[in-house]
């Protein structure tokens, strides 16, 4: 195996994602560390004319086929199995999201080589590899080492700055075949199925207040609802809530969900789990309201309190009034 | 069609987690384990699916404190069958409890298998996949939308922003499911007694499996409280006027 550090290019709709050039950034600091140099592997249909936005790279290892342009798992977990034996990387470093973790795992048996997931840091140690997971919902850490001749480090998106991957520049292209049975493959991608459009624009608003499972059940809405008209501001929410179809998928918060930056991000009754925390915590002013006093979304806020919510709220929006 | 779901025991995240002495894992002396929510999804797919269609679901668990009443309570919302896997440690990591599953459903006749997308204690990926790896067959994970026409499914694999992929996937296949079509069911504790009195659970001895995971723990620790929040104390009226005082500035 090689020094290289290899990046998986996640890409969507013809545009990379921001977690590509997160990892790039990334890479390119890690590379000085093990001696060599930064590749990425970019896999499907179309792509290579993208190519310059990949600067932070010294080689682009593509694999190009009409079959491969929208992502499955099956058929680019194979093209990605191909490149890593072509390119024989140190490291590959690959998004720990819906696209990533399908092809690390993957990866990780087809190669039978090391995986470290849920990564918000990693370092070179001397011979190792070592890599820091958050796990238990944000509550635990833990730091892995690995001296495997070739490691799969699966990173959350959003810890590392993008900016620090985004160069244009011109990288060595070099092609890499396509597997076979693409066409015919057990998965076969369909279509993208666009998010509905909902009633309330949740990234639009200046005031969110947001609700988790400590709300217990619909019927205790309306008093995020009466709190969110005393304010000015909307009712946003966790995954749960929209999985119980108690708020409408457009008010999901989150990996899966939509992305906030409002002024005021006032949680109540939410952990605060890795997947939630990716998409508010950039929020200007974080209130938290939980009873768990070791929730991690205190370690997101900058207020917090382990007041019961049912107590507390109805107090607030009194005040408000 | 024969589905089958591997639950996973994980550490319930309501109880403080210490970390043993050593410093590289949980203390697990007292831990309690419960069902991995996304494995509650799993199972309710699976049964949806046989109610629309008819098929048989088998549930397996690797044995933890609470496996019995997970699966006897899997059996209670309508599962045919529960398995109970012995002999795997408890510190296995993700990549042994797969190699472990493996080896149980590899000699089922099934046609799915439905795990729950992801787990809290997965440090080195997520069972669904590497469970499909060591099965050699294919797998769509962070699946919600599942429909069923013949011997074909069709999956909606979710990304960000509310953005799904449809898939259509021909058996055998893992899928590792984010959202049951509903929230999972609750069985009534008085069918779960009388499945527990009626019934006696399958067991098969596996014993950890000879996976090396490639990667040592040098270190588990609660993350430092960097600056955290400032916390509001006092009564639920004090610190209700101090957050209103925080919103008002805010907003003026
Ligand atoms: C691939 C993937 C994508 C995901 N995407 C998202 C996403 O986009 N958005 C998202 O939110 N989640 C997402 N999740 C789910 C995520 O992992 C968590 O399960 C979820 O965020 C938990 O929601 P919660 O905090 O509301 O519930 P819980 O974790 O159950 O927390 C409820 C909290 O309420 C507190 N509480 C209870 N009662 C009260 C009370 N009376 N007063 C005050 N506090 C109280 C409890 O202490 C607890 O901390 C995703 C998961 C996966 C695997
Ligand atoms: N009152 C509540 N508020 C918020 N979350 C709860 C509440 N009760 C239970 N839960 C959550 O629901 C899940 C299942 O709880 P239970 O059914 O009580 O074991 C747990 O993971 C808890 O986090």
């Not at chain 1, 309330?200 to 309306?222: C, M, W």
């Not at chain 2, 439905?114 to 499909?132: E, P, W």
Request: charged fraction near 25%; proline fraction near 4%.
């Amino acid at each position: 195996m090689g020094q290289d550090i290899l990046v998986v290019a996640e890409h969507l709709k013809g545009e990379f994602a921001d977690v590509t050039f997160e990892l790039l950034g990334k890479a390119a600091e890690l590379a000085g560390a093990t001696g060599g140099s930064v590749s990425v592997a970019l896999i499907g249909s179309g792509m290579k004319d993208k190519a310059q936005e990949l600067g932070a790279a010294a080689k682009v290892y593509s694999v190009d086929h009409t079959g491969l342009a929208d992502f499955n798992p099956l058929t680019h977990g194979s093209a990605l199995a191909a490149v890593v034996d072509h390119a024989a990387p140190r490291l590959t470093l690959v998004a720990n999201t819906s696209m990533g973790m399908d092809l690390a795992a993957s990866l990780s048996v087809a190669k039978d080589l090391p995986l470290i997931a849920y990564a918000l840091d990693v370092q070179v140690d001397g011979d190792a590899i070592v890599a820091t997971s958050q796990l238990y919902g944000g509550k635990i850490y833990a730091e892995s080492a690995s001296t495997g001749a070739s490691v799969i480090v699966s990173v959350l998106a959003g810890v590392f700055p993008a900016d620090a991957g985004r160069t244009n520049g011109s990288p060595a292209i070099e092609d890499v075949a396509a597997p076979d049975g693409i066409d015919d493959a057990q998965v076969r991608f369909q279509a993208l199925v666009e998010p509905e459009g909902g009633d309330v624009d949740i990234t639009q608003h200046d005031i969110l207040v947001a609700v988790g499972r400590g709300i217990g059940s619909e019927d205790n809405l309306p008093l995020a609802e009466e709190l969110a008209s005393a304010l000015g501001g909307a009712v946003c929410s966790s995954r749960p809530i929209v999985d119980s179809k108690w708020l409408p998928k457009t008010r999901q918060v989150g990996k899966s969900g939509l992305k906030v930056k409002p002024k005021v991000y006032l949680a109540l009754g939410i952990s605060g789990a890795p997947e939630h925390i990716e998409g508010m915590k950039d929020a200007e002013l974080i209130i938290a309201v939980n009873t768990d006093e070791t929730a991690p979304i205190f370690e997101f806020a900058h207020y917090g309190s382990t007041e019961d919510l049912f107590d507390l709220v109805p107090a607030l929006t009194e005040k408000l009034k | 069609m024969n589905i089958v779901v591997p639950v996973k025991l994980v550490p319930d995240l309501v109880e403080e987690l210490e970390i043993n002495d050593d410093g590289t894992d949980l203390e697990r002396d007292f831990l309690s384990y419960k069902i991995n929510e996304f494995c509650d999804h799993a199972i309710e797919e699976a049964l949806q699916i046989k109610e629309a269609h008819g098929a048989s679901v088998t549930v397996i668990a690797i044995e933890r404190d609470e496996t019995d009443k997970v699966l006897y309570t899997a059996l209670a919302k309508g599962a045919d069958r529960a398995v109970k896997v012995t002999g795997v440690d408890e510190a296995a990591t993700t990549h042994t409890a797969a190699k472990a599953m493996c080896t149980v459903i590899a000699g089922m006749d099934y046609d799915v298998v439905m795990t729950g997308v992801q787990a809290a204690d997965d440090r080195d990926g997520q069972l669904g996949i590497l469970l499909a790896g060591y099965l050699g067959v294919p797998c769509v994970s962070v699946v919600s939308d599942v429909s069923v026409s013949g011997d074909t499914l069709t999956v909606h694999k979710e990304y960000s922003g509310g953005m799904m992929a449809r898939y259509e996937v021909t058996p055998k296949i893992v899928l590792g499911v984010q959202a049951a079509r509903q929230t999972p069911r609750y069985a009534p504790v008085s069918r779960v007694r009388q499945i527990m009195k009626e019934t006696e659970l399958e067991e098969v001895l596996v014993g950890d499996a000879d996976v090396d995971v490639g990667s040592t723990v040098r270190r588990m620790y609660t993350p430092e409280k960097g600056e955290g929040a400032e916390m509001l104390e006092g009564s639920s009226e004090d610190v209700a006027a101090r957050i209103a005082q925080l919103l008002n500035e805010k907003r003026s």
